[in-house]
């Protein structure tokens, strides 16, 4: 019997309906089902639901799912590991570039108990924030990165197995993981980067240069970073999007390839591609479809 721990975004709009469908339907087709005790109050007069703590559940696992958005698939990915079960996420949100399955879709379920479906390994990254007295560590799945706030420029330097690779001005800098490149890396001018690649890369934010461009690293490397920013500006890092920390100047930040991997479930055979196609080109399909509509509308064929 499969055994299935349900990670829900309660705040993702149709989640919680999406996820009394999926515990149903995995219970129907022969599913041991568990989520995490804070739960139990959503979930309550279902009866084939077992509840526990969600990071030991994990452990037990053959497959977690995760039902929200990105962020959500995220979170999960982190909080699981260093379980070896595999992911599945479900969209419910927006762009759920991640996932690996839509609510539309959820009759494809069933290939989950016959093995057919499509694993993606992806790596993680690691950070250390060190000066002072404190440490402070994250792991990411897509990013970590360093800003100025209020969007204050300000100097960095980087270097890789301590070797420098470049000192800039900007208002700050994308550390990322193949996976990653879709995302802030991405609108920081990054290239797009299948994700099963092991690398890292390092993408400025609105460089203070013509001539800076993002950089690929081997994922062997350890990244470090520092800046001299004046006491008045305040340098902040995030690990995939999660709460600001303050970066004081004089500390180092130090970002290495993780240990751990996690494995993403796809229930289609679309491949990277295809999805690159179906979901971040979506808004510009979206806005040329209208931009047609008006012209047709106005009598303009320019």
């Known amino acids: 019997m499969l055994r299935f721990v349900i990670y829900p975004n309660f705040q ?20 041991d ?14 009866p084939f639901v077992h509840y526990g703590v969600f990071r030991e559940l994990t452990e037990r696992a053959d497959i977690v799912i995760a039902i929200g958005g990105d962020g959500t698939i995220l979170r999960c990915a982190k909080k699981m590991l260093p379980s070896s079960a595999v992911l599945l996420g479900i969209n419910t949100g ?20 016959r093995g057919e479906y499509f694993l993606s390994q992806r790596m993680l990254i690691e950070g250390r924030l060190t000066g002072g007295e404190q440490t402070v560590c994250f792991t990411a799945l897509n990013d970590i990165a360093v800003s100025g706030m209020c969007g204050k420029v300000f100097d960095l330097s980087v270097r890789a197995d301590q070797k420098l690779i470049g ?11 193949p996976t990653g490149s879709t995302a802030y890396a ?8 299948e994700p099963e690649l092991s690398c890292i890369e390092i993408a400025l934010i609105c460089p ?5 461009r993002p950089v690929l690293l081997s994922s062997d490397r350890h990244i470090t970073v520092t800046h001299t920013a004046e006491a008045a500006k305040q340098i902040c890092l995030s690990a995939d999007g999660e709460p600001p920390v303050a970066f004081p ?24 591609y295809d999805a690159i196609n179906r979901k971040l080109m979506q808004s510009i399909k ?4 209208e931009v047609q509509e008006g012209y047709h509308e106005t009598g303009k064929t320019e």
């Open 186 to 193: 991405l609108s920081a001018g990054g290239p797009l980067l």
């Open 208 to 212: 203070h240069s013509l001539f800076n």
């Open 12 to 31: 993702k709009k149709n989640a919680l309906s999406c996820v009394r469908e999926v515990c149903g339907r995995l219970h129907r087709l022969g599913g």
């Open 286 to 289: 979206g806005f040329s479809e």
């Open 249 to 272: 100047a004089g500390y180092e930040l130090e970002i290495c390839r993780s240990r751990h991997m996690v494995s993403l479930v796809s229930l289609t055979s679309g491949s990277f």
């Open 167 to 177: 000192r800039y001005r900007a208002d700050g800098m994308v550390c990322s993981t």
């Open 33 to 46: 089902v568990w989520l995490d005790e804070r739960c139990r109050a959503a979930l309550a007069g279902i």
């Open 94 to 113: 927006h762009l759920g570039f991640m996932a690996g399955l839509e609510t539309e879709d959820l009759d494809e379920l069933g290939r989950l108990f």
